[in-house]
């Protein structure tokens, strides 16, 4: 069973930076695609940012500029650098992987907290 460990959420200003980062339990090249959600109450959970096995990226328009995201194949982990932050940012942002074969499996983690607020 894929674990997703998420760590890095925490309290930071208006402007501050975080980083994410999810550490898989398994070989990261398995997966198609990996990436982050976020999600606050009453919300649907959106996508914010995704990267493929050969390193294509996509992003939600409203953090286009401000986030990064990378994988470290190696580590078996993907990062989110978060810059610029802003207070509409604030929400549990969760990693998760997707692997397409004669069906589509996806895995999910637990959720990290970020809170921007001055």
């Known amino acids: 069973q894929v674990q997703l460990v998420e760590s890095g959420g925490g309290l930071v200003q208006p402007g501050g930076s975080l980083t994410l980062s999810c550490a898989s339990s398994e070989d990261i090249f398995k997966f198609n695609a990996m990436g982050w959600y976020r999600q606050t109450p009453g919300k649907q959970r959106e996508l914010v940012a995704g990267?493929?096995?050969?390193?294509?990226?996509n992003y939600a328009d409203s953090v286009k500029g401000r986030f990064t995201i990378s994988r470290d194949n190696a580590k078996n982990t993907v990062y989110l650098q978060m810059n610029s932050l802003k207070l509409e940012d604030t929400a549990d942002y969760y990693c998760y992987a997707k692997a397409y074969g004669w069906s589509i499996d996806d895995w999910w983690g637990q959720g990290t907290q970020v809170t921007v607020s001055s």
């Open positions: 990267i493929t096995s050969d390193g294509n990226t």
